[in-house]
């Protein structure tokens, strides 16, 4: 446990990964801030690795919308993340982000970005933390440590992020750099978030050249969304490549999550949307030398779009997955 806990305080962290990427837009790219032009809000819990001692369970939740006079979206991100035993270690971030709209063809808009945030790292030393010099072979745990807690278990930093988002009523595009100032979050010595780099695309296929209109049972026209994702920071590379069948209100998707020479999980999702309520679900198989012991991940999504204000109905939204 003290090993695995002073390597985080001390060695590059690494950004928590949901594997929804668009239940949680704001978290994947600032630019998705007001694309919808609705106010929205996002929900989403993420449990890694249960089978573990120290697992990961980390919360979001944000709103966006888009605003006329600003020509663009406001967005608010608050995200927590706890590791290790009771959240020994626990990181919460507080974010605003604005993304400007412009058009540059007849069906291509192009959102950019900015975002601020305000970070907090907290260190619970005295209550969960255990270290080799306290165990006693007979009775476990039961001497006091020698090891020397900080100066200060908590901890503040500001940050900064940005993000480009093109689309039209076929595809989607973005760009997004989060860390751009990489503050330092340690507790002994310096060391600094490594900045993170995210480039993601995908688009909708329509199998049936009729948009949306209901059969008997109610289903909408299903959409066939090829994704992918690619994402870098600290050296370590990530790809993400799936597929989405959307056939209103349900939503089913697949996803390979893979690093330069690792394999890493399998992730499975559905979801049901209805009028302007969605949720999701999905379940990370771990296929990595991990795979007997961490137990995957499980994720569940909560949405809600409230309705568009009736100035704003011409407004060009993004159309990609909800989930």
């Not at 001390?10 to 949680?24: E, L, P, R």
């Not at 909408?220 to 790809?239: D, K, L």
Request: aromatic share 14%; proline share 5%.
């Amino acid at each position: 446990m003290a090993v695995a806990m002073l390597g985080a305080f001390t060695g590059k962290a690494q950004d928590i990964g949901f594997s929804q990427f668009y239940a949680n837009p704001l978290y994947l790219n600032p630019a998705f801030a007001g694309s919808v032009v609705a106010p929205r809000i996002s929900l989403s819990y993420r449990g890694q690795w249960p089978g573990l001692v120290s697992a990961y369970t980390t919360v979001s939740a944000s709103y966006d919308q888009y605003f006329n006079d600003l020509h663009g979206g406001l967005g608010f991100l608050l995200v927590t993340d706890r590791q290790g035993d009771h959240g020994a270690l626990s990181t919460t971030s507080i974010g605003a982000m604005y993304s400007f709209r412009f058009q540059v063809a007849r069906d291509i808009y192009v959102n950019a970005a900015l975002q601020a945030t305000l970070v907090n790292n907290n260190l619970n030393w005295s209550e969960y933390l255990r270290f080799p010099d306290q165990i006693d072979d007979q009775l476990g745990f039961s001497f006091a440590t020698g090891a020397t807690p900080p100066d200060k278990t908590s901890k503040w930093s500001l940050d900064f992020n940005a993000g480009a988002l093109v689309f039209s009523s076929k595809w989607y595009a973005g760009i997004a750099a989060a860390h751009l100032t990489q503050p330092n979050q340690a507790f002994y010595s310096e060391d600094r978030v490594a900045m993170k780099f995210t480039v993601h695309g995908g688009g909708l296929i329509n199998v049936s050249e009729e948009r949306r209109r209901q059969s008997a049972l109610g289903l909408g026209t299903p959409i066939i969304s090829p994704n992918a994702v690619y994402q870098y920071q600290g050296g370590q590379h990530y790809f993400n490549y799936g597929v989405y069948l959307d056939w209103m209100p349900f939503l089913v998707g697949v996803w390979f999550r893979n690093g330069i020479e690792n394999p890493d999980a399998f992730i499975f999702m559905a979801g049901v949307q209805q009028d302007y309520f969605k949720v999701g679900y999905s379940y990370d198989v771990t296929v990595s030398q991990l795979a007997n012991n961490t137990g995957g991940a499980h994720e569940l999504t909560v949405g809600l779009l409230l309705p568009v204000p009736e100035h704003k109905k011409k407004i060009k939204a993004i159309r990609c997955p909800s989930f």
